[in-house]
């Protein structure tokens, strides 16, 4: 409950300052090769340089929770990031390709059952590890543009971002509504 709220005011506090791209993600994230079905919001603001092309800001939440036999995981993912979209044409339906660099700040918590000792008869041990840092990232974005209106378009994608450093990575989906200001 506390991660949708968290969530929903992210996303309500995100309309209020921005206005220009605000979507809902959903993202399979990857840590330590464990992947979990997450959720999250995204918030982008792009200025067009010339016809084809736009160099573009974005921040995201990112949350994910697995739990399951002798495991659990907590992920939260805040990429904040710039970039340089190409839109390969502009129509009404108009493609595009987006690359990206940016910080993430990670906040992942895992609790493991372990064993110290290799015998059978060993006892088994929670293990807590906590994680917080920022770190560079990188990612790469295709998606098209869907003209509804003169002021508005229906921004349909998917995003790879990897965080470098620690074993982590997303590959998340978005659907959201692009508020031309210009």
Request: aromatic content about 12%.
């Amino acid at each position: 409950m506390k991660n949708i709220i968290l969530t929903l005011s992210f996303f309500f506090a995100t309309t209020l300052c921005f206005g220009q791209t605000l979507g809902y993600s959903g993202a399979i994230a990857q840590y330590n090769g464990h992947r979990n079905i997450g959720y999250g919001a995204n918030v982008e603001y792009g200025l067009n340089v010339s016809t084809n092309a736009a160099i573009t800001f974005s921040a995201t939440l990112l949350l994910a929770n697995r739990k399951e036999a002798g495991f659990d995981l907590s992920y939260l993912q805040i990429p904040v990031t710039a970039g340089a979209r190409y839109y390969i044409i502009k129509n009404v339906i108009s493609p595009y390709v987006t690359v990206e660099i940016g910080a993430s700040y990670s906040k992942i918590e895992r609790v493991e059952m372990v064993k110290f000792d290799i015998s059978p008869s060993a006892e088994e041990h929670q293990e807590l590890v906590r994680y917080r840092n920022v770190n560079l990232g990188f990612g790469t974005t295709i998606g098209a543009l869907i003209n509804i209106s003169k002021e508005i378009d229906l921004n349909i994608s998917a995003r790879q971002y990897n965080v470098l450093y620690i074993p982590t990575s997303f590959l998340a989906w978005n659907v959201g509504i692009i508020y031309n200001l210009m």
